[in-house]
């Protein structure tokens, strides 16, 4: 290989992670801010919501751990929490079944 064949393949690596890099930025932007908190927190902001809605996922992590994810919106804000067992909800609380709840970073 030349050497203006190695700038070249250098310099399509380099605008190949730059891109990658301004998609994970988009993304981040795009979802806001969110915070992660322990299940009995989560719990807590759900009590503070008049109208609380939950999105729920049940993956698997790992081919053997299971894990269920939790994402709730108070004040601007997006809660998410990860628990091995189920959290308990209120009873007047929506639940949206996701395939999975994706976080950045």
Known sequence: MNSFAALSAAGSAAATGAAAQAV??????ASGVIVHVEP???QAI???????LVVHAHVTVFFRRKQHQYLTSFRGLAFYARSPEPIEL????PLIEA????IPG
């Not at 209120?90 to 609380?93: F, I, K, R, V, W």
């Not at 395939?99 to 994706?102: E, H, M």
Request: some cysteine; hydrophobic content about 45%; proline content about 8%.
């Open 40 to 42: 009995l927190e989560f």
């Open 90 to 93: 209120p009873e007047h609380c």
């Open 46 to 52: 759900l009590a503070l919501c008049e109208e609380p």
């Open 99 to 102: 395939k999975g709840i994706w």
């Open 24 to 29: 994970i930025a988009q993304a981040i932007k």
